[in-house]
């Protein structure tokens, strides 16, 4: 089976979002209803019953009824106006985040096993061995074995990292040092761009940065690199917030299509992506085309 296999529009990340237009666009009417009801359906129950799950939800909810001693310093104005819609709005955006990130790092991980075919054997053989421990069944603790898999993913991700630079803003004065050997003062309130794909591919870090080589992050070769210059999903309190739901879904596809097919390169296939260097998000120029065979056995 040949297949294309891409993001339909992935010129969608380069609309600004503050446009309340380009957000009805983006979101159409009755998604944002759908989330709304089922946000408000959920919230009430839990409230009825004085459910107190320990999840995503209940922080939203938290958050609304009343910010905690900790948070005191922020805006109360802020937190008087979050409302429902703006819970839908959270709950929404972590969905989002969680399966578009996923699926693009699903492709994007097919499309290097396929242009390299040691590694997908390899990690064929490691997944193989798991699901006949589990006796077939695609578990969330099974697939956290998977040592090779992750590695694979987070080599993917270095590659192919779904937000190409973070914005942040200063919160303490740091001398950051310049290539002439200087050094140029940020100070508080600062705004600053730090560039993911950049750091992704420099050498210094990460030798032949082109080639995909999952061993980069073997334990051992992580422990030679700084730790924030890999930071596919953002670092510190701000990380993403569907990063684990999204690298679950990424590694369950893998699981699930490389247990029942080989994937291999065809005519169309590219041999290296390029991309728009001003997308927020990573998004190919080419068309990524894969040969999808029926494994017998």
């Given at each position: 089976?040949?297949w294309?296999?891409r993001t339909?529009?992935?010129h969608i990340?380069?609309?600004?979002?503050?446009d309340?237009?380009?957000?009805?666009?983006?979101?159409?009417?009755?998604?944002?209803?759908?989330?709304?009801?089922?946000l408000?359906?959920?919230s009430?129950?839990?409230?009825?019953n004085n459910i107190?799950?320990n999840d995503?939800?209940?922080?939203l909810?938290?958050?609304?009824?009343?910010?905690?001693?900790?948070?005191?310093?922020?805006?109360?104005?802020?937190?008087?106006?979050?409302t429902d819609?703006?819970?839908a709005?959270?709950?929404?955006?972590?969905f989002t985040?969680?399966?578009e990130?996923?699926a693009?790092?699903?492709?994007?991980?097919?499309?290097?096993?396929?242009?390299?075919?040691?590694v997908?054997?390899?990690l064929?053989?490691?997944?193989i061995?798991?699901?006949?421990?589990t006796?077939?069944?695609?578990?969330y603790?099974?697939?956290q074995?998977?040592?090779y898999?992750?590695?694979?993913?987070?080599?993917?991700?270095r590659?192919?990292?779904?937000?190409?630079?973070?914005?942040?803003?200063?919160?303490?004065?740091?001398?950051?040092?310049?290539?002439?050997?200087?050094?140029?003062?940020?100070?508080?309130g600062?705004?600053?761009v730090?560039?993911?794909?950049?750091?992704?591919?420099?050498p210094q870090?990460?030798?032949?940065?082109?080639?995909?080589?999952?061993?980069?992050?073997?334990?051992?070769?992580?422990q030679?690199?700084p730790?924030?210059?890999?930071?596919?999903?953002?670092?510190?309190?701000?990380?993403c917030?569907?990063?684990?739901?999204g690298?679950?879904?990424?590694?369950?596809g893998?699981?699930?299509?490389?247990?029942?097919?080989?994937?291999?390169?065809?005519?169309k296939?590219?041999t290296?992506l390029t991309?728009d260097?001003?997308?927020?998000?990573?998004a190919?120029?080419?068309?990524?085309?894969?040969?999808f065979?029926?494994?017998?056995?």
């Amino acid at each position: 089976m040949c297949w294309l296999v891409r993001t339909e529009n992935p010129h969608i990340y380069e609309t600004p979002l503050h446009d309340n237009k380009v957000e009805e666009w983006m979101t159409p009417v009755d998604v944002r209803k759908f989330f709304l009801r089922i946000l408000k359906d959920a919230s009430s129950y839990r409230l009825m019953n004085n459910i107190k799950e320990n999840d995503y939800l209940r922080l939203l909810i938290q958050l609304k009824e009343k910010y905690s001693e900790a948070n005191k310093n922020l805006n109360e104005i802020w937190f008087n106006k979050f409302t429902d819609e703006d819970i839908a709005a959270q709950a929404l955006t972590f969905f989002t985040d969680g399966y578009e990130t996923s699926a693009n790092a699903l492709i994007y991980t097919l499309y290097q096993l396929a242009l390299n075919p040691h590694v997908q054997e390899k990690l064929r053989d490691e997944i193989i061995a798991g699901l006949e421990y589990t006796k077939g069944e695609i578990t969330y603790e099974a697939i956290q074995e998977l040592k090779y898999l992750h590695m694979v993913c987070e080599e993917s991700l270095r590659k192919y990292p779904p937000i190409t630079y973070m914005n942040r803003i200063c919160t303490k004065p740091y001398d950051l040092p310049t290539v002439s050997g200087g050094t140029y003062r940020v100070e508080v309130g600062m705004s600053v761009v730090i560039p993911t794909l950049a750091l992704h591919h420099d050498p210094q870090y990460y030798p032949d940065p082109d080639r995909f080589n999952p061993d980069r992050f073997s334990e051992d070769n992580i422990q030679t690199r700084p730790k924030y210059v890999y930071f596919p999903f953002g670092g510190g309190p701000r990380i993403c917030l569907g990063m684990r739901f999204g690298e679950a879904l990424m590694k369950c596809g893998l699981v699930a299509i490389l247990s029942s097919y080989d994937v291999m390169k065809m005519e169309k296939t590219p041999t290296a992506l390029t991309h728009d260097p001003k997308a927020f998000f990573f998004a190919p120029n080419e068309e990524i085309w894969l040969d999808f065979k029926k494994r017998t056995s």
